[in-house]
């Protein structure tokens, strides 16, 4: 995060952050006009792992967040995970999670959960002030960054969650010294984050949440308020409701970890011995080799897997995605029938669905997001991190509160223009400011080089001609181009803006049907100010910008018709008549000059390249003949 991103709050006013306090990983995350943000820590990590670990003899908490979780095996009695399980719960409720829990869990007051460090005579600690330990540190982590206390937070809970649980969870904030102003859904505040329910009227959306341990899925009604009221939640009584919630507490991507352990573990036995035990530590290694193939074969069809047994033993194979996606259908599955399930206690069609916010790391799993737009035939919203989703959402419910968000830029009309990088960084606009949302355009597009089997597809906004002037929003690549000539690939690239201002980007060439897309949230960073600064320098550098982007257009199409003409002259050449082999080279070389130059003037420049190809159209009927004679 670069320092420009900071809030730069006036003297007293009070920040109200948003946290998402996860099972597995908690955030805090902030939202001013330029839009929500997630607060980092000093080393610039955004997660804190929402792990405990206790000193044994005296009891205290000594390490929170990634240094309590990189050392869990080697303290499994006294690092504790997973305390949100444990939130507003007597100890009969969670009597099925002590099986995955390796700390301690007794029974206190009224027969709540407790956690024990230490045995018998050891401390005993309420799963809130666990929770609080943690929001501490993300407090700590937000007044680092602001450089001033923070006294006020919007926290979100599971939509399952019941009074007790949202109870205990605004008493951990107390205890942490957080007056816990709202309590909102995940859910909902992942859907908030793409504006969902903000503006454009009602609509029905499904969440589906696929973390590392957890999964739910649930089915909102978004509303539309004037006036800052949206985004409050069932337990509020405000505007946006949850219809139907459905889940399995142990189903995430873990259990996609496991099956590939025991994969490894069962093809170790095969190669080295049945008789081979695998101590914690080693299946710790195991999970981490896993999980990283796993996330690998998010992006790519196989991973290498390769564990050093000791004793020169090596284990050593490659996972396809093929093998992955097999061996995670039935789990896939499962999270389905959740999917079905929701729906029927709905008593709505997945027709009636009209959008799914992806939430949860397990999301970025292709497998996981084929069957879900499949189950709901409905746009899948992927462009904002699945990890970081609903305290995003949170940040932007607590600016909501706080009064902040009304001066935020509403994308009811495009404010900048957004366009794609052509070649020599000019850039083309597919969909000019001002154009009202939604919104769509298709462009077409080529090769420039023979045999081009990529093409990069660099998305822009901004007034200005060129690359360097506009704002990247996003870049992403269309492989698998069967080799052509320069030229003749048929790419056509479509700008979609919808109605919350979401824009996907998708391409496809037409003779391949080879497609890519991406999604983006643009202009969250804008606030109307810097938009009119933007406008105003486009008027100001329109005519220096123009001249730059026709130097690029006439570079272009210089290198491509030389490159045609070296390609004829080679084919015929040697059969012409010399003096007319020597007008074109003429031609060739004024041309050229023109190239070498770094800022020609355009005028002279075209004329040159007209005149060489005047030139040349005998010298193309000549090289037609010849292809012509040859294969008749
Ligand atoms: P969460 O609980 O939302 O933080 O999600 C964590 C889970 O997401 C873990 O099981 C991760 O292994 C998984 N995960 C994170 N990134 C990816 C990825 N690129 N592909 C597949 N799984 C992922």
Redesign the pocket.
Known sequence: MSPSDKPNLPPGVDPIIGIDL????SLVAWCDERGPRIIPDEQGRNLLPSVVRFDAKTGQATAVGHAARDHAVEYPRETVFSVKRLMGRGLEDVRGELAYLPYEVVAGEHNTARVRIGGESGRVYSPQEISAIILRELKARAEAWFGRPVRRAVVTVPAYFDDAQRQATRDAGRIAGLDVVRIVNEPTAAALAYNLGQKHGDSTVAVFDL???TFDVSILRMQHTDGGGAGGDSSGGDANQVLATSGDTHL???DV?RMIVELIQGEIRQEFGESLSFPPATRQAFRTFA?AA??RL?QERSAPIEVELGQGRVYRRTLTREELEAMAGPWAARALACCASVMRSSKLKTEDIERVVMV???T??PIVRERVSEFFGAELYTALN??EVVALGAAVQASILAGINRGMLLLDVIPLSLGIETMGGAVAKLITANTTIPARATEKFSTYADGQTNVKIHVLQGERELVKDCRSLGQFELRGIPPMPAGLPKIEVTFLVDANGVLNVSAVERRSEKTAKIQIVPNHGLTQEEVRRMEADSLAYAQEDMTEHRLIDLRNQARLDLRAIERQLAKVGGAMDGAYRQEIEQKMEAVRGYLSQPQPDAEAFAAALTTMDHATVRLAEIAIAKTLRETM
């Open positions: 996860g099972t597995t990983n973390g590392g341990g995430g991507g873990d970890d999980e796993k996330i998010s949860g790391g397990s970025r799993m699945p990890d």
